[in-house]
């Protein structure tokens, strides 16, 4: 069966594991230089058939090979997931580093959360043959609260109130990002400021 990328497929794949290799190469750097892993996982993926297609109708593109490429900025998807909260800007510093990409969009939703409370830092890069990924840089907590967000909004039969379950999360979001900053304190304490 073709892949919805066409041609593009192959190099999609090449860049992807190019940008999975750069920040494994940055993690065992900045470990090096910290004497701490900063980085709890990394996870890497090229967006779906299913998923790609309905970004495309959402934002009125056709779908052809070359239209995605060009249009749709996260194709190829990088989550770093990071232990303590000043890890996500020592991985965004080493990000913007990196001399072979260009970032053509950052957004810091960790200094200025979304409404709903979803915190994340995002980078849209864009490699010499025009490629784009985005790369989200995010604690444990912001991570475990993303995955739990996007499980409850994509159920389609909610039988309670909608308000409810979003102040809910909203709360919940708060509450982590106030353990974030927490953590990060006592690590401060405990091996003074990284």
């Known amino acids: 069966m073709e892949s919805i990328y066409g041609d593009h497929y ?15 190469e940055m993690e ?3 470990e090096a230089v910290y004497e ?4 709890d996982h990394t996870m890497v993926r090229i967006k779906s058939a ?14 052809t090979p070359d239209n995605i490429v060009s249009n749709v900025h996260d194709v190829i998807g990088i989550r770093v997931v990071c232990t303590f909260l000043d890890d996500t800007f020592k991985v965004r510093d080493a990000v ?20 709903n409370g ?9 490699n010499e043959d025009g490629y784009y990924a985005e790369i989200q840089i ?4 912001m991570d475990m609260w993303a995955a739990l967000e996007h499980d409850i909004k994509y159920k389609k ?15 919940c979001a708060d509450e982590l990002a106030s353990t974030d900053i927490s953590m990060q304190t006592i690590r401060n304490m405990i091996y003074g400021h990284m």
């Open 10 to 24: 192959d190099k999609l794949m090449a860049f992807k594991d190019s940008l999975k290799e750069k920040i494994d």
């Open 157 to 171: 039969d909610i039988k309670v109130n909608k308000e409810l379950i979003t102040a809910e999360l909203k709360r």
């Open 138 to 141: 995010r604690t444990i907590s």
């Open 50 to 63: 299913e998923s790609v297609l309905k970004k495309c109708a959402n934002k009125g593109i056709v779908p």
């Open 96 to 115: 913007r580093g990196f001399t072979d990409i260009k970032i053509v969009e950052e957004k810091d939703y960790i200094t200025k959360a979304k409404s």
């Open 36 to 39: 701490t892993n900063i980085i």
């Open 28 to 30: 065992k750097t900045i």
């Open 118 to 126: 979803y915190r994340s830092y995002h980078m849209i890069v864009r």
